[in-house]
């Protein structure tokens, strides 16, 4: 076994929906706290500006069919990563601290960390870098996008980056000053260290064998244990665009429901 993994279903769309509206409203910490406590998804905070932002990034804009195209794949990411995101703050039980997830489109830095600390909240116990890719074709886009990614991670290519993301997360943790660079530097230790690579799928994909043929060369990252390679599906349906158009329409459906209650 080359890596452990993850399997995720929505058994609510509309409960799922809302938690994205309010994550591309600015509000994950909030939206992290309706996960932890299970809180009746609302926004802390309904202003019509958040609002119109959310729904430009749930929508699919452009001229062209390729404009279209290029949007529609930078919006199914966004809700795909906002989606990993809520699935490992629920693993976790909120003990752990995440990276935010992206209100808008980005090609560069991380998809996401979450590091995991001591009792004293003091020391990294474990630090996950996510990759999240929403693709038609989530075998290719392992192979040749996450695994790069993680391979330039793994050979200290972005070191900068990582421990820079982890001091951003630590300051959380009441720590000041340099102590939180002493802290973050444990993310830069291999033994300290996992990669979760988070694919959406269709049903086509749902079984075994197949999962395992989507990460398969997982085992390039060397040195490490299986366990800190973590594979992790979303199961959609039969059509996975189709699954994100009716995720993104039940978001907006709630975020203009929401907005006919504000004088």
Request: neutral net charge.
């Amino acid at each position: 076994m080359h890596c452990t993994g993850s399997r995720w279903t929505a058994d609510d769309l509309n409960a799922l929906a809302r938690i994205i509206a309010i994550i591309a409203m600015g509000q994950a910490v909030h939206a992290a706290q309706i996960i932890a406590e299970l809180l009746p998804a609302e926004p802390a905070i309904n202003n019509k500006d958040l609002r119109e932002n959310a729904k430009q990034a749930l929508s699919i804009r452009g001229n062209t069919e390729s404009q279209r195209e290029v949007s529609r794949y930078h919006r199914d990411g966004l809700i795909f990563e906002a989606i990993s995101w809520a699935a490992a703050k629920q693993l976790t039980h909120g003990k752990a601290l995440l990276r935010d997830p992206h209100v808008k489109s980005t090609t560069q830095g991380l998809d996401g960390l979450m590091i995991e600390l001591d009792e004293d909240q003091s020391v990294i116990i474990r630090a996950t870098i996510f990759e999240d890719k929403c693709s038609k074709d989530p075998r290719s886009v392992f192979r040749d996008e996450v695994m790069s990614a993680f391979l330039n991670y793994h050979k200290g290519s972005r070191a900068n980056d990582l421990l820079a993301a982890a001091a951003a997360l630590l300051e959380k943790t009441g720590l000041r000053g340099t102590r939180i660079i002493e802290a973050a530097a444990r993310v830069l230790d291999r033994e300290y260290r996992a990669y979760r690579g988070c694919l959406a799928t269709t049903l086509e994909d749902d079984s075994q064998r197949r999962r395992n043929r989507l990460f398969a060369g997982f085992e390039e990252l060397d040195g490490i244990a299986a366990s800190q390679r973590i594979g992790g599906v979303l199961v959609t349906g039969h059509d996975l665009r189709g699954w994100f158009d009716e995720v993104a329409k039940r978001a907006i459906a709630y975020i203009d429901h929401i907005g006919n209650g504000e004088a």
